[in-house]
């Protein structure tokens, strides 16, 4: 498969998602949103997938944000709906029942750290920086950084965050919990490798159960979480 804006990459039972708009900083556009979507599907549609790895292509970013040329320029809200329909990435995201991780580097910012949530796993490089800085702008993260920030680190730390706009660096955002660990650059992807080739051996029938119950457990109380865990459990 072929994209102007993603390259998609499969191999055996790892599948490579690489947003490639490097001297934009990967920067993500209208075309992009577009390019993931496609991608998200094919992933879900793919059962010989066991594990996928999202990148940001050159060495400077993850993704530095939404492409504010196109997406400050908003359209009426009848189209902004349609497209949100049509296009809905992070409905697919988060229905996605394959481990994903996130191997960050570089600028983690707006729609960086977005994406990033979507992630199961997220390792980052030392030189990682990450921030919303919607609110600077005059607006707000809409693609889903309100919701998922607060559930990643607690709602504290998400308003320090979203409301300052300040910046985090790959020890404080290990400190937040942001990031499941901190590695040297130079061995950032060897080690998303590692994990991914990891978690592809193990029987996919486990994977998905246990990703399963960790992502629905989350919206329920205790006991439904337990008597879901159970169910999964029963039917392995």
Known sequence: MSFQTIIYEVDGPIARVSLNRPKQLNAYSVQMRDDLYEVLGALKD??????????????????????????????????????????????????????LIAALQGYVLGSGIEISLCCDIRIASEDARFGLPEVGLGIIPAAGGTQTLPRAIGPARAMDVLLSARWLDAKEALKYRLVNRVIPKSNLYLEAEVLAHRIAALDPALVKAAKKAVDRGMDLPLAAGLELETRLASGL
């Not at 296009?87 to 697919?92: F, I, K, L, M, S």
Request: hydrophobic share 45%; proline share 6%; charged share 30%.
């Open 46 to 99: 793919d059962d010989s997938i066991r594990a996928v790895i999202f990148r940001g292509a050159g060495d400077k970013a993850f993704c530095a944000g939404a492409d504010l040329t196109e997406f400050l320029s908003a359209p009426s809200p009848v189209i902004a709906r349609q497209v949100r329909w049509e296009r809905d990435v992070w409905g697919r995201f988060l229905n996605l029942d394959k481990p």
